[in-house]
């Protein structure tokens, strides 16, 4: 990835600072907490750096502070994560691969709870980072912040000729049946040296490097890598008493999935580092598959814990087809893991979504059912209703981390904000209700007299209609419109009368 020079984003964070409140002030004049400070300042900061932001308030420990300790509500992230990272920080609560987005950092909040420390895990790389404050965070009183962001730029180190340990990581442990120490050096001869100077393994270095070992390695001893004939002290291990005899465990069974049109996203959480491979094959046999070795550093010994993640993406693939992607993990213990076959269909170019089915039944009970009736998956994150007004509303108030799939044959309900789903008992658990940002429906809702006509439209990359609802109108109290599904998707059809409380998300 190529990140953006400092000189290009202090612009940014200019920007950025201009569109919140400004330090040490308030929205509306001094009632609302606010961002007193943020140290260090936006701009060039050091890999090592931690981050302190103050408040004009003391805020709700329970809003700074998730379960885990770590905060949702004031994190740091990655330049390239930072639009995905402020919409999954919006929720009340972030799913595992929703914190994969954010900089792992402690958090430490000052005893007025005036003040957050956020300290990352470890040294950040050389890139562009910006830190979210979340419009969930409030103070005692139940009063929120504005959302804010501050971009900072941690320059490249410059270039050594040392060695670094890749794994066993410098400063960790090792399992006592290690038998590969991965290491990383430019150029020279690279080896493992005993707390004698005995060399242990040794190869010539031009990049990655794998040193293989002939014999166990002492427990209880350190090791450390020598280039040259000098020895590096920080770049050493200690070899626990333990064994590693557990192949790696992914994470919920199996991938999360991010699927487009020509491509899918593989997301992935393991307890071991690992080579991992993605595969992905279509009905012909034809196979596309991409690898990635997956560093990290997990505890050796005692329980395991899931802080291996990787994202492996496969492109080329053709749209609107059904494919197979199945992942294997191989670590250096002999040890191979194969995920469970996933199905999974590409986008369409212009997926077949049809308007089937109206109800107009008040604030709480109106809905929009969206077919799709394919040949491939739709994203229905690109949806969006456009009334007799002619404005474009997405039929999801927040864009997702994920793109939300709809399978062919599957269907959806576009509702409003205030949309009650009790109302329906029939309404299957699965299918899924999208709210829009307002109440109602197109704003001002569907008029029990008489549904205006509207047509569901593909937002981006420009707007093209994909299905219209002609109008109509009324039907008997708790009746839906519903259109004639004999007709084909691309054709004008009818629309009627249906059962008394609808058929939402099933056919009628």
Same mark, same amino acid.
């Given at each position: 990835?190529?990140?953006?020079?400092?000189?290009?984003?202090?612009?940014?964070?200019?920007?950025?600072?201009?569109?919140?409140?400004?330090?040490?002030?308030?929205?509306?004049?001094?009632?609302?907490?606010?961002?007193?400070?943020?140290?260090?300042?936006?701009?060039?900061?050091?890999?090592?750096?931690?981050?302190?932001?103050?408040?004009? #308030? $003391?805020?709700? =420990?329970?809003?700074? /502070?998730? *379960?885990?300790? %770590?905060?949702?509500? !004031? +994190?740091?992230? @990655? &330049?390239?994560?930072?639009?995905?990272? #402020? $919409?999954?920080? =919006?929720?009340?609560? /972030?799913? *595992?691969?929703? %914190?994969?987005?954010? !900089? +792992?950092?402690? @958090? &430490?909040?000052?005893?007025?709870?005036? #003040?957050?420390?956020?300290?990352?895990?470890?040294?950040?790389?050389?890139?562009?980072?910006?830190?979210?404050?979340?419009?969930?965070?409030?103070?005692?009183?139940?009063?929120?912040?504005?959302?804010?962001?501050?971009?900072?730029?941690?320059?490249?180190?410059?270039?050594?000729?040392?060695?670094?340990?890749?794994?066993?990581?410098?400063?960790?442990?090792?399992?006592?049946?290690?038998?590969?120490?991965?290491?990383?050096?430019?150029?020279?001869?690279?080896?493992?040296?005993?707390?004698?100077?005995?060399?242990?393994?040794?190869?010539?270095?031009?990049?990655?490097?794998?040193?293989?070992?002939?014999?166990?390695?002492?427990?209880?001893?350190?090791?450390?890598?020598?280039?040259?004939?000098?020895?590096?002290?920080?770049?050493?291990?200690?070899?626990?008493?333990?064994?590693?005899?557990?192949?790696?465990?992914?994470?919920?069974?199996?991938?999360?999935?991010?699927?487009?049109?020509?491509?899918?996203?593989?997301?992935?959480?393991?307890?071991?580092?690992?080579?991992?491979?993605?595969?992905?094959?279509?009905?012909?046999?034809?196979?596309?598959?991409?690898?990635?070795?997956?560093?990290?550093?997990?505890?050796?010994?005692?329980?395991?814990?899931?802080?291996?993640?990787?994202?492996?993406?496969?492109?080329?693939?053709?749209?609107?087809?059904?494919?197979?992607?199945?992942?294997?993990?191989?670590?250096?213990?002999?040890?191979?893991?194969?995920?469970?076959?996933?199905?999974?269909?590409?986008?369409?170019?212009?997926?077949?979504?049809?308007?089937?089915?109206?109800?107009?039944?008040?604030?709480?009970?109106?809905?929009?059912?969206?077919?799709?009736?394919?040949?491939?998956?739709?994203?229905?994150?690109?949806?969006?209703?456009?009334?007799?007004?002619?404005?474009?509303?997405?039929?999801?108030?927040?864009?997702?981390?994920?793109?939300?799939?709809?399978?062919?044959?599957?269907?959806?309900?576009?509702?409003?904000?205030?949309?009650?789903?009790?109302?329906?008992?029939?309404?299957?658990?699965?299918?899924?209700?999208?709210?829009?940002?307002?109440?109602?429906?197109?704003?001002?809702?569907?008029?029990?007299?008489?549904?205006?006509?509207?047509?569901?439209?593909?937002?981006?990359?420009?707007?093209?209609?994909?299905?219209?609802?002609?109008?109509?109108?009324?039907?008997?109290?708790?009746?839906?419109?519903?259109?004639?599904?004999?007709?084909?998707?691309?054709?004008?059809?009818?629309?009627?009368?249906?059962?008394?409380?609808?058929?939402?998300?099933?056919?009628?």
């Amino acid at each position: 990835m190529s990140w953006t020079r400092v000189s290009a984003l202090l612009p940014a964070a200019l920007a950025a600072c201009a569109n919140v409140p400004g330090f040490g002030e308030a929205q509306d004049g001094g009632s609302d907490p606010a961002v007193a400070s943020v140290a260090p300042a936006p701009g060039p900061v050091d890999s090592s750096a931690a981050f302190v932001v103050t408040f004009s #308030a $003391a805020m709700d =420990e329970g809003q700074i /502070l998730a *379960a885990s300790g %770590r905060s949702e509500t !004031v +994190a740091l992230a @990655a &330049e390239a994560d930072a639009e995905r990272a #402020a $919409a999954a920080m =919006e929720h009340p609560q /972030l799913s *595992a691969h929703e %914190r994969e987005l954010l !900089v +792992a950092a402690s @958090a &430490e909040v000052s005893p007025d709870r005036r #003040a957050l420390t956020l300290t990352p895990d470890q040294p950040l790389p050389a890139g562009g980072y910006v830190l979210l404050v979340s419009p969930r965070l409030k103070d005692d009183v139940g009063r929120h912040l504005a959302a804010a962001r501050y971009a900072f730029e941690v320059a490249a180190a410059p270039a050594t000729t040392s060695a670094q340990l890749v794994w066993p990581p410098a400063g960790g442990e090792a399992p006592a049946n290690l038998a590969v120490v991965r290491a990383y050096a430019a150029a020279g001869r690279l080896s493992l040296v005993g707390s004698q100077g005995e060399a242990i393994a040794a190869a010539e270095a031009h990049g990655a490097v794998a040193l293989q070992l002939a014999a166990p390695l002492r427990s209880g001893e350190t090791y450390a890598l020598s280039l040259d004939g000098t020895a590096d002290e920080k770049q050493a291990f200690r070899v626990a008493t333990c064994a590693r005899s557990a192949p790696p465990a992914l994470q919920g069974g199996a991938a999360q999935l991010s699927v487009r049109d020509t491509a899918v996203t593989a997301a992935v959480v393991l307890d071991w580092p690992v080579h991992l491979t993605v595969e992905v094959a279509d009905a012909s046999g034809a196979t596309f598959a991409s690898e990635e070795d997956v560093q990290c550093a997990p505890a050796v010994c005692g329980p395991q814990s899931f802080v291996c993640a990787a994202s492996v993406r496969i492109d080329g693939l053709a749209p609107a087809t059904d494919y197979l992607l199945a992942v294997t993990a191989a670590d250096d213990f002999g040890h191979t893991l194969r995920g469970p076959p996933q199905r999974f269909s590409t986008l369409a170019p212009l997926p077949k979504l049809v308007l089937t089915e109206v109800m107009a039944s008040g604030t709480a009970g109106e809905y929009v059912e969206i077919a799709n009736f394919g040949p491939g998956a739709a994203d229905l994150g690109a949806l969006a209703l456009q009334g007799p007004d002619g404005v474009l509303r997405p039929v999801l108030a927040v864009a997702p981390p994920l793109p939300v799939v709809l399978a062919p044959g599957a269907r959806a309900l576009a509702v409003g904000a205030s949309f009650d789903a009790t109302l329906y008992p029939t309404l299957r658990p699965g299918i899924p209700v999208l709210r829009a940002s307002t109440q109602r429906l197109l704003g001002r809702g569907l008029s029990d007299a008489a549904a205006p006509s509207f047509a569901l439209m593909t937002s981006t990359p420009a707007p093209v209609e994909l299905s219209r609802f002609p109008g109509g109108g009324p039907c008997g109290s708790g009746q839906s419109l519903q259109r004639d599904e004999s007709v084909a998707p691309a054709e004008m059809a009818g629309w009627k009368c249906g059962a008394q409380g609808g058929t939402p998300g099933a056919p009628p």
